[in-house]
């Protein structure tokens, strides 16, 4: 059996995918186009907005937004900083003290490490 993939998205786009939320990759044959899993249903994704992985990864994701993308303004309406992070279990934003090492996920309680060396 084949294990299976994962994939987040490095950049923003007309996707509509959280930025550094991972998804199950469904389908990755296509040479331009992988298909995530996002809440049971298929959604193509252009492979070169994408990072793969072989397992799924337990560390919470960090994105770091361009504060004069009209998105940034739209997060931080929302009471995310310009660079917060994604958990890795349950995809919920948060906003991650710069100084931390680990966070607690304020929505599912799981504790992870943080991947502050690979933001996206």
């Known amino acids: 059996m084949t294990p299976k993939k994962w994939a987040r998205v490095r950049k923003a786009g007309a996707h509509g995918l959280r930025r550094g939320a991972w998804y199950g990759v469904v389908n990755d044959k296509k040479p331009t186009i992988a298909f ?10 252009d492979r070169t ?13 960090i ?11 739209r997060a931080s309406e929302s009471k995310l900083w310009a660079t917060y992070g994604v958990c890795p279990s349950c995809r919920m934003r948060a906003n991650i003290p710069t100084d931390a090492e680990r966070f607690a996920c304020p929505q ?10 690979n933001p996206c």
């Not at 599912?108 to 060396?117: G, K, P, R, T």
């Open 63 to 73: 994105v770091v937004r361009d504060p004069e993308d009209p998105g940034t303004r």
């Open 36 to 45: 995530l899993d996002v809440n049971k249903r298929n959604v193509a994704v």
């Open 108 to 117: 599912c309680s799981n504790d992870f490490a943080i991947d502050w060396e």
């Open 49 to 61: 907005l994408l990072e793969f992985a072989d397992v799924r990864p337990y560390r919470w994701s």
